[in-house]
Structure formats: C-alpha cells, structure tokens
C-alpha cells in the first residue's frame, strides 16, 4: 500500500512511481479531470468502486488509464459525458465499469474501448447512444 494523498478534492495513492486514483474526498465537484501525471508520476490505475453514486456530470480521464476497473461508474446518475484522453492502447471496461449512469449519452475516445465483459461492462445506461471507437 502506498501513501495517499488528495489533491483538488481528489484522493490518490502513489506507490512505486505510479498513481492510483482512489476517488473523491471532495462531494461537489461538478467536471471531473484526472491529470495525466503528479509531480512527474504517471496516472495509471482506478480503484474499482472509485466514483460510485457520485454527482459529477462529465469526467475525463488520462492517457496512462487503460482498465476501468468494476463498478467505477456506478450509479453516478448525473453523469452525462466520459472522455478518454490519449491516443494508442486499448481502454479494457471490466465488469459494470459502467453502469446504472441514468444521463450518459456520450463515451469519447480516440483509442480502441473493449467491452471486456462484454455487454454487461456498461450496464443500464438507457441514454447512451454514443461510443467512439468501440471494438468488439
């Protein structure tokens, strides 16, 4: 286990060289932004569960992020937009990655998306009509 530590309202783990975000310490962030690195270290995991049943309405993540882990956007029903920055290696979306977000309309990347579970890494997302750059 690393040492952990919140910026911007946002809690993070660096161990080894390497951050993880572990979700929010703040509650009333509206647009969230994980940058692509803190002090010169690469963002490079999530913790599953990381933003369940938060109110956010877009997120945006960085490059370094290739696996969404389990139930990391889970119910959060305002959620309206999630973008991937970056460009090269596949975002893998494990089990209910996704799921239960009532708003989502968009997913934006310019990198492959596996839906790795298949159709049950985005579950219930009855506003989701867009999915750039999604592989089968």
Same mark, same amino acid.
């Given at each position: 286990?690393?040492?952990?530590?919140?910026?911007?309202?946002?809690?993070?783990?660096?161990?080894?060289?390497?951050?993880?975000?572990?979700?929010?310490?703040?509650?009333?962030?509206?647009?969230?932004?994980?940058?692509?690195?803190?002090?010169?270290?690469?963002?490079?995991?999530?913790?599953?569960?990381?933003?369940?049943? =938060?109110?956010?309405? !877009?997120?945006?993540?960085?490059?370094?992020?290739?696996?969404?882990?389990?139930? !990391?956007?889970?119910?959060?029903?305002?959620?309206? =937009?999630?973008?991937?920055?970056?460009?090269?290696? =596949?975002?893998?979306?494990?089990?209910?990655?996704?799921?239960?977000?009532?708003?989502?309309?968009?997913?934006?990347?310019?990198?492959?998306?596996?839906?790795?579970?298949?159709?049950?890494?985005?579950?219930?997302?009855?506003?989701?009509?867009?999915?750039?750059?999604?592989?089968?």
């Amino acid at each position: 286990m690393g040492k952990q530590f919140t910026r911007k309202g946002i809690k993070y783990e660096i161990d080894n060289g390497e951050v993880t975000v572990v979700g929010l310490k703040k509650k009333d962030i509206l647009h969230l932004e994980i940058p692509d690195e803190i002090d010169g270290n690469p963002v490079k995991w999530i913790y599953q569960h990381a933003f369940m049943h =938060e109110n956010f309405l !877009t997120a945006s993540l960085p490059a370094g992020i290739t696996k969404i882990p389990n139930a !990391t956007f889970y119910g959060c029903h305002a959620l309206k =937009e999630i973008e991937f920055r970056g460009e090269g290696e =596949e975002i893998q979306l494990m089990q209910c990655a996704i799921g239960y977000c009532n708003n989502l309309s968009a997913i934006k990347s310019k990198r492959p998306i596996r839906k790795v579970w298949g159709e049950v890494s985005i579950q219930n997302c009855p506003n989701l009509s867009y999915i750039e750059n999604l592989s089968v």
